[in-house]
């Protein structure tokens, strides 16, 4: 069975450790995820979660670092502007290869919703990513880009559920570039908002 979950290019360590967190939690839900299910799916020893994290929470704080790291390589948001949208199709292909990981994200959030000690962990994960999208917004001159980074985190978001949920990327892939569109129109130096202006 070890080799069965090792021939998903888990490997055998910490990544591995990682990954299967993903997934089980994407599976089974935080209240399913335990050592043993985490050590199953990653086709290891219960006892190398201690040695790596020390506790199941330390697991499930690294991997959500992890999973926004990973996001954010895969999909970074100074790629909203480039030609061609690269940031859009990126964006959809990795939801299209890789669920899991996005589902991750939503169990993560809604386990922090339920559970106030879990509260902590879905402030990080939002956190990581509006702070890499407020980067962004600020190296385009955007004004408020703390602000205006909720409002794109908000699409991005709410997009990535539509995906999960109906699985239609045509159509993610299509809303995503008209928002980009708006976005980038509205963009300083456009002269569009000034014009709006009274």
Avoid: C
Wanted: charged share 25%; glycine share 8%.
């Amino acid at each position: 069975m070890a080799s069965d979950r090792n021939s998903r290019g888990y490997g055998d360590g910490y990544q591995a450790l990682l990954r299967a967190t993903v997934s089980v939690v994407a599976q089974r839900g935080l209240r399913g995820t335990t050592y043993r299910a985490v050590a199953e799916e990653a086709g290891v020893k219960n006892t190398l979660i201690t040695y790596h994290f020390g506790s199941r929470d330390a697991l499930l704080v690294e991997t959500v670092r992890w999973t926004v790291e990973e996001s954010v390589r895969q999909t970074p948001p100074r790629d909203l502007w480039g030609p061609g949208m690269p940031f859009v199709r990126s964006l959809v292909d990795m939801v299209r290869r890789d669920p899991e990981l996005q589902s991750f994200h939503y169990e993560i959030l809604i386990e922090a919703r339920r559970n106030p000690q879990m509260r902590e962990l879905g402030v990080l994960l939002v956190n990581s990513f509006l702070e890499a999208i407020e980067a962004a917004l600020s190296e385009r001159g955007y004004p408020e880009p703390r602000l205006l980074a909720r409002v794109v985190h908000a699409v991005i978001d709410g997009l990535v559920f539509q995906q999960l949920t109906m699985e239609d990327p045509e159509t993610t892939e299509r809303a995503l570039a008209l928002f980009v569109e708006m976005l980038e129109q509205n963009a300083p130096g456009t002269g569009v908002a000034e014009t709006a202006a009274p």
